[in-house]
């Protein structure tokens, strides 16, 4: 399969990932967040192992719980706390910082070489979400502003470490295990901290069964592949997409205003996916 194949994928599971909001926002009951990041990667990461019905070895559980923790139990849980702490502009731009991030982890534990133009993308990347997603409203707050960092620093780690850590199986089956030891880190969380579910409309169980299965199982899949075949200097600017896909949905599907400068942010955004995603 072609390299323009390749990134088209890796770059789809952003671009989904910007739904992540309206879906939310829209479909799921509120003040769960926990438990709504446990039953997105959990039931996902269980049904992919029963699609692939291969298990992980022992002497791997320990590198795929720090792989799990990294990518989706500390980054999801820190997402929540910055985006209920923050104006969803600050928690994006902190976020945003990430492929900044991946470059210089790349560099330093896979020797991968750290170029000029990868550099300028994902630097010039950061002030186009800015543009895009910061409003007038924007404040910080201290626990928020950790969070938002935090979050963005496990994904660069988790990013990199996969890339590091790559067991002798498929792309599928390595999302698999991944997605089901960061469900099951997410599980005692969701039932410590917060209450039951209440009873689920259809609007509901649609929103999960969205999360799950596209915006975790195959999406993820979409980006571990990626990172294994066009590692993780390529991949990572392709996240500067989740910002904009949620701006697009926001204006499309609720109406909400698009500025000029959030056009201006979104071509830099556009230059800036396309700079770091070259060979």
Not at 66 to 88: D, E, H, K, M, Q
Not at 141 to 165: E, F, I, N, P, Q
């Amino acid at each position: 399969m072609s390299r323009t194949v390749d990134a088209m994928l890796a770059a789809a599971a952003p671009a989904i990932w910007g739904s992540t909001y309206i879906v939310t926002t829209q479909m799921l009951p509120s003040g769960y967040p926990l438990t709504a990041a446990m039953l997105r990667a959990l039931p996902a990461g269980l049904f992919l192992i029963v699609l692939t019905r291969q298990l992980p070895p022992a002497s791997w559980l320990g590198r795929l719980f720090i792989l799990g923790a990294l990518n989706f139990t500390i980054f999801w849980s820190a997402l929540f706390v910055a985006a209920y702490r923050l104006p969803g502009g600050v928690a994006a731009t902190l976020g945003a910082i990430q492929p900044l991030i991946v470059l210089v982890l790349a560099k330093m534990v896979l020797d991968t070489p750290l170029t000029l133009r990868h550099l300028v993308a994902a630097i010039a990347g950061i002030g186009g979400v800015a543009l895009l997603v910061l409003g007038p409203d924007a404040r910080l707050d201290l626990v928020g502003v950790a969070a938002a960092l935090v979050g963005a620093v496990s994904m660069a780690c988790g990013v990199v470490l996969t890339r590091k850590w790559q067991p002798p199986v498929s792309a599928l089956t390595f999302t698999a295990w991944q997605l089901t030891t960061g469900g099951l880190l997410l599980l005692p969380a969701a039932l410590f901290y917060e209450l039951p579910l209440p009873p689920l409309s259809i609007t509901n169980v649609a929103g999960f069964v969205w999360l799950g299965l596209i915006g975790a199982a195959l999406t993820t899949y979409f980006w571990f592949r990626g990172i294994e075949r066009l590692g993780p200097a390529a991949v990572t600017s392709f996240g500067f997409l989740s910002p904009l896909t949620a701006v697009l949905l926001g204006w499309v599907i609720l109406g909400e205003a698009l500025t000029l400068p959030q056009i201006c942010g979104a071509l830099i955004v556009l230059v800036c996916v396309w700079l770091g995603s070259r060979r």
